[in-house]
């Protein structure tokens, strides 16, 4: 009897467009759940021109014909838009840029090319190759143009076409770095864009202004079945005999307006309650569907699709990134099992699992933790963590080193919790590892630290700390008081505010250009000619910018200096008070007082004039905004005296090209709602806080306002 042989095809298939739709539905999960009935939107495609690009950019093409309702994230699709970002590192770039958006274009998908420009990152070099850290300087500057791109166009989504092969080289990088189980679990299949930081409508933003747009791409109205479900659970929650026997009972009957106003006191008060600013939310996320298929996949669907693709030689040179060197190194060289592709990505995948299963926990905790109040408009939050001491079960207490397994794991997932809490106020772009927390968990988590001490940060009552830009108050609710002065951990809660500003290092300022006042003066090379009247005019609304890494600030105005945005300062605000009127001044104490206590009120963010000015006859300094002592410099240098032209002003100072701030004037408070009178009708603002994780707010507990005092 025959025997037939199996034959084995080991030539790699191309990747049909059900298994990418598949995998595109995999790494693109909605981000606002609760919208439906979206508007079709355009998504990015980041394009090289490499094999791995071509054939993200074929399968995209296919991917609208295969379904043309497919949604990514929570839109529909309009169309893949392409971006080519030129790096111009050779002469050749340029012509391979334009062929493949010739070839993009015989896909039917719409694509742009975008030239980088490396003049501000050289510096003292004379070529981005001779930069030290070349790699991360492209990283960065590819990242900000594809994301000024994408927000721009209102693409909300950004494919890229990292693959299987290059999730290994970035986990044997990592391994080779000495990176943790967290680093090691590689590219994250969905994240936001990195290197973007600040960039409005792209990183993190953008939400707000969707919702004010005539067609948002995002719907929340109600839909006509949801409608409907509501009216009846209404409907059937009302007896209507009761409701019409209270309204004939009611007890305004018979009132008159006078007596109305005496019955509910409607006499106006100047209110105490701040309406919360809106927190921003949105921005560009990157996915990267491809990551669960290998590079050999990717070759096979250009060449069975007859899809052209461009070889960039600075991928080949080993000696010019730490990438391009382990590329070399594993395809060259017989590397052991443990360091090859199967081995590496399975390492990754435990990585990713206990990574998961200690976030899981982590959220397990915060459903324990309390979150006594969230104010964004000082940017503080109480907490009131849970008790969380060691687990103890029978088969530890013979294995010392299981013991201290589990203290370990525990530690880590009271740090992961102790990052949510931080990530709600502080100023700091990046996340604080978690090796840089472990005096935190020590001091809030007792019960999970060493036995040793050698620094004594845990004896005696709790202390306050900072930590991430956050300073971290010890404080006793009113059913707490009189307790022990070192507390079980769980019984005290902390106060989280911004950390006083370091006076080594610059403060965060928000600066208005030149506008109003750039007609003051026709050439600076001729003081003679500059003119003595002001008409003023409105700018532009200005873009928007993070302020210390929690407001989001825009700012339009006709005054003649520039509006300044930094953080409240002492030496300021006995002047500022004398400005207001008394119900203002007494508004502004209460406020203060409730919401931002101490010397939290010194990191709010305040608005300042660049010099002095009378609202009612704002007329600017001769000469603005020339320094003084280069109108001093100007004068000398052609045998005038300057004494007439400049007044008083020290012919030494250098401000505002230098700012003075005893030279500034105070003039608001944005977030507290707190403006010197009539700044009204010179001055309009936009305000509103940072995304935060929303998720943490509502998976803690939550009580009201508590009666906090300082131990």
């Known amino acids: 009897m025959g025997v037939f042989s199996h034959v084995f095809h080991t030539g790699a ?54 379904d043309v309702n497919f949604q990514v994230s929570d839109n529909p699709i309009h169309n893949f838009r392409g971006i080519i970002v030129n790096h111009q590192l050779r002469e050749e770039s340029t012509r391979e840029a334009i062929a ?55 693409m909300a989504s950004l494919f890229l076409a990292h693959h299987e092969d290059d999730q290994y080289e970035t986990v044997f990088m990592r391994l080779l770095q ?47 079945q949801q409608y409907n479900v509501l009216r009846r659970e209404l409907r059937s929650n009302i007896d209507r005999f009761m409701h019409e026997q209270e309204l004939r009972e ?70 010019l990134t730490m990438r391009n060197a382990v590329r070399y190194m594993y395809k060259n060289h017989a590397l052991p099992v443990a360091l090859q592709k199967p081995s590496i990505l399975a390492l990754s995948s435990r990585c990713e699992q206990n990574a998961r299963a200690l976030e899981a926990e982590a959220g397990r905790l915060l459903a324990e933790t309390i979150i006594y109040d969230f104010e964004p408009n000082v940017g503080t939050v109480s907490v009131q963590f849970p008790e969380y001491g060691l687990s103890r079960f029978p088969r530890d207490a013979s294995s010392p080193s299981r013991r201290c397994a589990r203290r370990l794991r525990q530690r880590e997932v009271a740090g992961l919790l102790i990052k949510r809490i931080i990530a709600l106020v502080t100023p700091e772009e990046q996340a604080v590892p978690l090796a840089n927390l472990q005096n935190v968990i020590s001091r809030l988590f007792p019960a999970l630290s060493d036995s040793a001490d050698p620094q004594g940060t845990l004896e005696g009552p709790p202390k306050a700390f900072s930590i991430a830009g956050i300073h971290f108050v010890p404080i006793e609710t009113s059913r707490n008081k009189g307790a022990s002065t070192q507390p079980a951990s769980g019984s005290l809660s902390w106060y989280l505010s911004r950390a006083p500003y370091s006076s080594n290092l ?21 003081l003679s000619n500059c003119r003595e009247n002001y008409e ?45 009127p008394p119900e203002d001044r007494d508004r502004l104490a209460v406020l203060l007082k409730r919401y931002a206590p101490g010397k939290t009120r010194y990191t709010l963010p305040a608005l300042y004039l660049e010099e002095d000015l009378d609202l009612q006859n704002a007329k600017p300094r001769r000469y603005y905004p020339l320094p003084p002592s280069m109108v001093h410099q100007y004068y000398t240098g052609h045998g005038m005296s300057s004494a007439s032209g400049m007044g008083d002003t020290d012919p030494t100072s250098n401000h505002p090209r230098v700012p003075d701030v005893s030279k500034m004037k105070l003039i608001g408070l944005p977030t507290l709602d707190v403006l010197i009178p009539g700044l009204e009708a010179w001055l309009e603002y936009e305000i509103r806080y940072r995304r935060i994780d929303r998720a943490t707010l509502d998976t803690a507990g939550s009580s009201r306002r508590g009666s906090f005092v300082s131990p």
Not at 100 to 129: C, F, I
Not at 131 to 142: G, K, M, Q, T
Request: hydrophobic fraction near 35%; glycine fraction near 8%.
């Open 178 to 224: 000495g990176h943790g189980v967290r680093g090691l679990r590689g590219m994250k299949a969905a994240s936001d864009i990195p290197e973007c930081e600040g960039i409005h409508r792209t990183y993190q933003s953008g939400y707000i202004d969707d919702q004010k747009a005539g067609h948002p791409f995002y719907n929340n109205k109600m839909t006509r």
């Open 506 to 526: 610059p403060i965060p300022r928000y600066r208005t250009p030149y506008w109003s006042a750039k007609d003051s003066w026709s050439n600076w090379s001729n």
């Open 536 to 580: 003023p005019r409105w700018s532009r609304k200005a873009r928007w910018g993070l302020w210390d890494g929690r407001f989001w600030v825009r700012i339009r105005h006709c005054l003649p200096y520039r509006v300044i945005m930094q953080p409240f300062l002492h030496s300021h605000a006995k002047a500022f008070r004398e400005l207001l």
């Open 100 to 154: 493949v958006a010739r070839a993009l274009r015989k896909m039917g998908m719409h694509s742009n090319v975008y030239h980088l420009s490396w003049t501000k990152a050289l510096g003292q070099y004379d070529h981005p190759k001779d930069l030290p850290n070349f790699e991360s300087v492209a990283r960065r500057l590819r990242y900000q143009k594809l994301g000024q791109v994408c927000g721009r166009g209102r």
């Open 250 to 319: 009611s007890a305004l009957d018979g009132l008159d307006g006078d007596d109305l106003r005496e019955f509910y006191r409607t006499k106006q008060f100047s209110p105490i309650e701040l309406a919360n600013l809106n927190i921003e939310d949105g921005g560009v996320v990157v996915y990267r569907p491809l990551l669960g298929f290998s590079k050999d996949r990717l070759i096979a669907t250009c060449e069975a699709n007859k899809i052209p693709w461009w070889e960039d030689s600075t991928n080949q040179d080993p000696t």
């Open 13 to 66: 298939r191309p990747i049909s467009v059900y298994e990418f739709a598949e995998a595109v539905r995999a790494t693109c999960p909605p981000r606002f759940p609760k919208t439906a009935r979206n508007h079709q939107r355009s998504v990015g495609l980041a394009v090289s021109g490499g094999v791995d690009s071509m054939a993200l950019a074929y399968l995209c093409s296919r991917l609208k014909r295969y």
